[in-house]
């Protein structure tokens, strides 16, 4: 007897961490068994979906499930947990408990925290493991075969699967059961109970009540597989019940969200079909497609399995088994996919397909998860229905091991192989969507759109034909007509002439309802001469004006929009903003799911869009603070455009989310310029920056664009190697590209990299050099509250208020880059009155001035100029010793004055090129001030490659007017064709001037006298240091 345990998600997690998140995963334990999911980075609703299996032994156990937060550098901390018992899931109809959500409870009672979250589990008994199980828990022929077939698919998804011999064992149980069901007879259900309580080891008493041994039992694989096929009805595996199987799916389908996508995407194109039947054709059994993709690839004994459904009907499930075919690195292999669907409604399908290799080395260690994604696709021309397919994937890895590089590294590149081949073959099959076809009707598509007229008399049906004001006109006609009928009353009491007051406590409480009424119904005819006044105000039919960036934005309709009005409706309006301009829709009176049909076309623009800000309203007068009733944004760089093109998108915000709203839009963005754009953008850049900016050749842009998956018509600016500090410095490249700031490294292995919008920066400080910071100054990014929060794993700090602050530090040439940042910054998100004031506060600034340090100056290059040149006695390779890190470097240096010297090893920033660190201090013979140096210094092979260059940026401290300055230092050192084991050494030397001062000359020469006498010094040293023949 197995128990299946499916771990689906979590949400409301306790937040473990200082950021307000957790990393949270699941250890589940039965007995000694112990199995744990994937962890989950920085989320507090994670989802697992991951299938364990567990041997049950004594029905008096629980299952215990505990989540934890993972902590890289200490303990992982508890979250939460439960126990599930044993004997309740075998008590249960089906022997499954379904999916439940389950509270997690801390560890103890006394806790203060009891509020920890709930997990989403799907527990099953799985008994078919045995002669006794078969003939003791099936009640008819029929559910003996369901239940072999689905023992069989639960066991290819759990980890004890991955090994033949529990399948080949298995198929065995179910050929042998099958063929003894006319010699035993059903047994009541308290029977197998007792069994599993007194003898704890189902399988050793099915073995020994029926006498058969293992070795009798044992057949290969493919027999396994195949008779198990064999067993099941024959018209499982028909068309007809495969449909009827999916249009089961779709009466059950409660509307969920549609699966996302797994981290790597191997397809996404869109298709001249229907989405059924493009998932008929690539899972109905009766497809040729499987078996042509089979041929093509050169799969051989391929075994589909018929759908079934199993946990009471909330899945459908097959098992398709093949031989993969050899490969130059990899044999034959057999594999096991389990195919799962998720989802089905009719528009939208997805599976997820597990692929198991247990047969290969370390295959017991992982699985690949494949995600089908079939959805409805854009509108084409023609009119035909077009269907999206998505495949992505993801490695599954049960069990840590050293070899998970080269395990994914090979998946990945095998997988890509495979579906170009698919999608080639599919596109033999199915026509492909022409997407530049598709851009091109853009006209044809927005014209065929028809604003639906709103006359003044459906206006008035609308709001003033209601229960409120019927019932206030037919009120008010009756009282006219008793106020004729009725004769004049005498007067009595306080009344006097004019003043007729109420004679009993019941005219009191009428003329009362009748106010009320009345004062109702009049503000519902006053909100309809608001609305009939504001009926046509809107932004559609204005024509972009000028020429660059259009984007036009068609708002078709909207869907369940939430209800604010007493009616039980809304008057709904969109407000769409992008570089700070807005374009208003027409207001819908009285609906909740309103047509509107209309084009909003925005000015020109010279920079590409990053977002497009979405709000929708509810309209309540010209006075009356409107209500929001949901907001979206849509970002351009992370969407693909041919995506936009037909698109529904969700609002957010409490209203939004409960009623499920939506939009539906179609987004055009063309750029009238042409391919001038990249040219004229970078040209307007180098009169901010001061500096040449070359344009990157197509391979660098598209090797950017890959990096961080960003849309082909952004393009890379500059890039520069620097540090990100958080706990430790992270040495990487800072990417700069028209729209986004990006950070990348790849340090052993371990890939960080995010990005964020110019737009989302608040604020660019500048950190005076420091010895944390290697002696360079530094570069604080403050982003917007709120804003970035996919960048958060890069940031230093976040405030209480929501700012994410970036810290970049040790750039090579830190006024290039500062100059780039500030530019590209000012460009993007500054308006024009911002920009105005910063010219006045810089001019400002270069107005101060002090005795000592002048006006601050813009950082400029250096200017280099020859400090020392020399001949010396030693081969290249040994001169490189002085930069090496090793005893002669050290003794040399320590040898003219350097004390304290430390240094970190070469790290690789690119191609050829090497850099590091280094710190000392001068002794008193060198400067009796003291004082000290931080420095980088990077090296890379000459362009002839005949030597090195060795490049270094130096900071002192502690020494008079160390702050006004940094030095930059070159050395160049090539061999001499004439004399063999000699070489030419030239020294550069220039001074960056970080303020000003009187004393620039003066300073300029005395590091001058002092570089050439302490190069002297070194490379004597050196000379003599070096012995022939070493």
């Not at 473990?16 to 962890?39: A, I, R």
């Amino acid at each position: 007897m197995k128990l299946l345990v499916r771990v689906i998600q979590g949400r409301n997690l306790r937040a473990m961490d200082l950021n307000g998140s957790s990393d949270p995963y699941v250890k589940v334990q039965l007995g000694k068994q112990k199995y744990k999911t994937k962890v989950v980075k920085k989320n507090l609703n994670p989802t697992w979906s991951e299938d364990f299996s567990f041997k049950v032994e004594d029905l008096n156990e629980d299952l215990l499930v505990t989540v934890l937060d993972e902590d890289k550098y200490f303990n992982d901390d508890f979250i939460g947990q439960l126990k599930v018992p044993v004997s309740k899931v075998f008590d249960s109809d089906n022997n499954s408990l379904g999916m439940t959500w389950f509270t997690l409870l801390p560890k103890n009672k006394k806790s203060k925290t009891k509020d920890c979250g709930e997990v989403l589990l799907d527990v099953s008994l799985s008994k078919n493991n045995s002669f006794l199980g078969d003939t003791l828990f099936s009640n008819d022929d029929h559910a003996s075969h369901m239940e072999s077939n689905e023992d069989l698919t639960s066991e290819s998804s759990s980890v004890q699967s991955l090994n033949s011999p529990s399948r080949s064992s298995f198929s065995a149980t179910s050929k042998s059961s099958s063929a003894m069901e006319m010699e035993e007879k059903p047994s009541p259900n308290i029977f197998p109970r007792l069994v599993q309580i007194f003898l704890k080891n189902g399988e050793t008493a099915c073995s020994t009540s029926k006498s058969v041994t293992a070795s009798e039992t044992k057949i290969s694989d493919s027999e396994v597989h195949e008779n198990s096929f064999e067993d099941q009805p024959s018209n499982q595996s028909s068309y007809g019940n495969f449909g009827e199987c999916i249009r089961t799916l779709e009466m059950r389908d409660q509307g969920g969200e549609i699966p996302s996508n797994l981290p790597g995407v191997l397809l996404d194109r869109s298709y001249v079909v229907a989405p059924s039947d493009l998932n008929s054709l690539l899972f109905s059994p009766d497809s040729s497609f499987t078996k042509s993709l089979a041929e093509l690839q050169g799969t051989a004994e391929l075994q589909e399995g018929p759908w079934t459904f199993e946990n009471g009907g909330d899945r459908l499930k097959r098992v398709v088994t093949y031989v993969k075919a050899a490969t130059k690195i990899v044999k034959a292999v057999r594999a096991t996919e389990e195919q799962t669907y998720l989802k089905a409604d009719g528009n939208v399908f997805a599976v997820l397909v597990s692929v198991s290799t247990p047969d290969i080395i370390y295959g017991n260690t992982f699985k690949v998860e494949l995600l089908y994604c079939i959805a409805p696709g854009p509108e084409v021309p023609t009119g035909e229905q077009s269907s999206r397919l998505v495949i992505s994937w993801r490695m599954n890895f049960l069990q840590t091991t050293m070899m998970k590089g080269m395990i994914e590294g090979g998946a990945r590149q095998g997988l890509k192989g495979n579906f170009e081949q698919f999608e080639d073959l599919l596109s033999d099959n199915v026509k492909p969507v022409d997407m530049k076809e598709f851009g091109s009707n853009k006209e044809q598509v927005l014209a065929s759109l028809q604003v639906e007229p709103q006359s003044d008399w459906k206006l008035a049906t609308q709001y003033l034909l209601n229960f409120t004001v019927v019932s206030t006109i037919l009120v008010g006609l009756y009282v006219l007509i008793h106020i004729l009928l009725a004769m004049p009353s005498t007067i009595q009491g306080l009344e006097f002439d004019g003043l007729d007051l109420p004679d009993s406590i019941g005219e009191v409480v009428v003329c009362g309802i009748l106010v009320l009424q009345g004062e109702r119904a009049l503000g519902m005819i006053i909100r309809f001469m608001q609305a009939r006044n504001q009926k046509g105000t809107t932004d559609h039919g204005v024509k972009a004006q000028g020429d660059g960036w259009l984007l036009t934005v068609a708002l078709i309709e909207g869907s369940s929009l939430a209800a604010v009005d007493a009616t039980g409706f809304s008057d709904p309006y969109v407000v769409f903003t992008c570089n700070g301009k807005t374009r208003t829709s027409s207001i819908k009176f009285q609906k909740a799911d309103p047509q509107w049909n209309e084009i909003f076309e925005f000015d020109a623009m010279d920079d590409p869009p990053s977002v497009l800000e979405i709000e929708v309203f509810d309209f309540d007068g010209p006075f009356d603070e409107a209500i929001t009733l949901g907001h979206a944004e849509v970002n351009f760089l992370k969407s693909n455009l041919s995506d936009l093109a037909d698109i529904w998108i969700p609002l957010q915000g409490k209203l939004a989310q409960a009623c499920r709203s939506k939009l539906h839009l179609r987004i055009f963005l063309n750029n009238t310029r042409g391919n001038n754009v990249v040219k004229e953008y970078l040209a307007k850049m180098e009169k901010e920056v001061g500096k040449k900016i070359n344009i990157r050749s197509p391979q660098t842009n598209s090797a950017f664009q890959k990096v961080f998956g960003l849309p082909p018509e952004e393009f890379l600016i500059n890039d520069f190697t620097c540090h990100l500090k958080r706990k430790l410095p992270l040495q990487g490249r800072l990417f700069l590209s028209a729209r986004i700031m990006g950070f990348h490294t790849n340090m052993f292995g371990n890939i960080t990299k995010f990005f964020f919008l110019w737009e989302d920066i608040e604020d660019i400080q500048v950190l005076p050099p420091t010895l944390a910071s290697m002696g360079s100054p530094s570069i604080i990014i403050i982003l917007r509250p709120g804003r970035g929060m996919d960048a958060r794993h890069g940031a230093k700090t976040h405030d209480q208020e929501g700012r994410l602050k970036f810290h970049f530090q040790s750039f090579v040439s830190f006024n290039v880059a500062n100059r780039t940042i500030l530019a590209l910054w000012k460009a993007r998100s500054l308006t024009p009155e911002q920009k105005v004031q910063i010219v006045e506060e810089e001019s400002e600034e270069k107005n101060v001035q002090t005795e000592e340090s002048g006006a601050f100056l813009g950082l400029e290059d250096a200017t280099m100029s020859e400090v020392y040149s020399s001949h010396l006695s030693i081969p290249v390779n040994f001169f490189m010793e002085l930069f090496s890190g090793g005893y002669i470097e050290r003794k040399v240096m320590e040898r003219v004055g350097c004390l304290e010297y430390s240094h970190t090893s070469w790290e690789l920033v690119k191609s050829d090129m090497y850099q590091r660190q280094i710190r000392y201090k001068f002794a008193k013979q060198i400067s009796s001030y003291g004082g000290e140096v931080t420095s980088t210094q990077q090296k890379y092979p000459s362009s002839n490659n005949n030597g090195w260059v060795v490049e270094e940026v130096m900071t002192l401290n502690g020494v008079p007017l160390a702050d006004h300055f940094t030095l930059q230092i070159r050395y160049q050192v090539e061999h001499l064709p004439s004399r063999p084991k000699s070489c030419n050494v030239q020294a550069y030397f220039g001074i960056t001037w970080l303020k000003s001062t009187r004393h620039q000359k003066r300073v300029t020469k005395n590091i001058q006298s002092n570089l050439t006498v302490r190069l002297k010094s070194i490379y004597g040293l050196l000379e003599k240091e070096y012995v022939p023949g070493k």
